[in-house]
């Protein structure tokens, strides 16, 4: 007889027994055995049975993906945030699962199996990477882990997604159900998938909630009033409410669980079964059949909820506006109106953007009289970086004017979608010069377009820029919502428009110079407090000044570029240069001057 001490058996108990040779077989294979009588008891997590288990780590070695140089990299198989606090922060910022190389600074994600464990919040989470073929362990069983919540998820931003929507206090699955209804907007719009960001409840107005949408037209944040989800929520809340007691069971539920149930909400069926999570793709398992509420008044609340999501109807359901037009999907919504696609069907079909009026503008006689007036005056600019004019449609309860339509992107969000949040001038030099001889053509037609901002700014797929708005844009005051003339944003428009004075081609000069301040800065020439007051009065810093302000790099802006948009912010109009014409060819260096013999511009120029 021996004393034996210091293994860790198959169940995870501790073992310390008088063990004979007879019943030595029980002992661990041993191959798994150390020499030593003390060896340490193994704190791995016993997945089957430990719901608790510690942070484990793992150091393996990584060969960077462009030099080649391998490098250590440390792995977690199990996390602990509750025992292990610090490594929360660390994976919501992506240092577990990001690898960089100490050479070239390449960078990627790194996917490896994890076991993600806070007891605070009864939640589990087993991140099996992509379609790695790793079997997700056995669910946890007893007493302490019938509370737990098991979920299966395929990246490390999945996961990440998953901690932030149980540290808010939310259910994944509404979630993902209103992530699908968001997903359906975004493919009719810029693109991009949604990805669960924060809850900000002290948001100053109404709470929110917000989602990063990657991919599309460059990342960015899209946020929804938090009352609008509850309601969502509220809704939809009885059909998960059988499945409080699926316990035990690894469920995936992601993208695909939402888009199934989204369906069986759409077609009417009553039942949807919940994919299970046996095998590597955490499917193929035994489902659990989740069945409808039964009132019809509830079902059709759901029903509602996810059916106004913009899709495109079969061909012969869709209805046909002011007699010629076929509606096909939305574009866009902005406080002037709702912008569609359409297709022309007096024109062979022709792809045409209709630009809906607001219910309150049509019944103003007036307005709407000036701005028939002002599309049919707009009909004449025919130029490739104007957005062409076609027609104003009404049928007594609607208006909408029909206009090209420009597959592309504004400036506005292009500048919002770039790293540096500023573009630099090799960039948008062929912009600007479009920009201005699209100015200076309307001007030769006695047309001035009054409200240019970067929004009204179009960049096709071919990298083109084209004038948009000529026809209303002016119309739309931003500043406090209303539909007046001569109006337009505060920040473009001249110190003589804010005034009240009509606008003429200087003032358009005036809002070239503030969209090119805004593109190599990032910012307008005013952005923050009282920006009617700046514009009246103030002098902004030049462009330069203004990077260093906002802490931005980039190339050194030319000296002729200062000394031009400056001249372009000008307060008096004579001080600004004199055509469009005038300020394309200073920007390209080919004059020194304009011809003109206005002094104060002349001494402008000068003095800078």
Known sequence: MRRFTGWTGEKGTRRDANISRATVDRRPPREHRTPSRHRPVDLRPKLHESPSAVSTAKTETVTCGQCRHEQAFTTWPSLNVTLDPARKDELLSGALTRFTCARCQWSSAVGYPMLYHDMAQALMIWLVPGRASVDPPAPPVGAAAKSQRLRLVASPRDLVEKVRIFDAGLDDRPVELFKAKLRAQLQESNGGEPYFAKVDRARVGRPAISFDVIGGQGNRELSVELESYEKFAGTIAPLFANESSQQSQWLRIGREYAEGLKEKILSGKREHTVPGAQGAEG?????????????????????????????????????????????????????????????????????????????????????????????????????????????????????????????????????????????????????????CNAIHYAHQQKVVHGAIKAANLMVNGHGELKVGDFAISRYWNDDDKSWTKNAGHPVYISPQQMTGATAVPLDDIYGIGAIIYELLTGDRPYFRGAIREQALAWVPPPMAARRVELDRGGKPIPLVWEKVVAACLAKNPAARPPTANALGLMLEGKRDRPVFTGWRFIRTIFRL
Do not use: C
Not at 386 to 400: K, L, M, Q, W
């Open 283 to 435: 499917g193929g398992g035994q489902g659990k059949t989740v069945v409808f509420v039964r009132e019809d008044a509830d079902h059709r609340k759901q029903r509602e909820l996810i059916d106004d999501m913009p899709s495109s109807p079969p061909r012969s359901e869709v209805a046909i506006l002011f007699g010629r037009y076929e509606l096909v999907r939305e574009l866009g919504k902005g406080g002037m109106g709702v912008v569609w696609l359409a297709l022309d069907r007096e024109i062979e079909n022709t792809k045409v953007a209709l630009r809906f009026l607001r219910a309150d503008l049509t019944t103003d006689v007036d307005t709407m009289k000036e701005l028939r007036e002002e599309v049919i005056a707009n009909r004449r600019l025919a130029h490739p970086h104007i957005i062409r004019t076609y027609s104003f449609e009404t049928d007594g309860r609607s208006a909408a004017i029909s206009m090209e339509y420009v597959d592309g992107t504004s400036l506005h969000k292009l500048l919002a979608a770039r790293p540096e949040r500023f573009f630099e001038v090799d960039e948008i030099r062929p912009w600007i010069l479009a920009l």
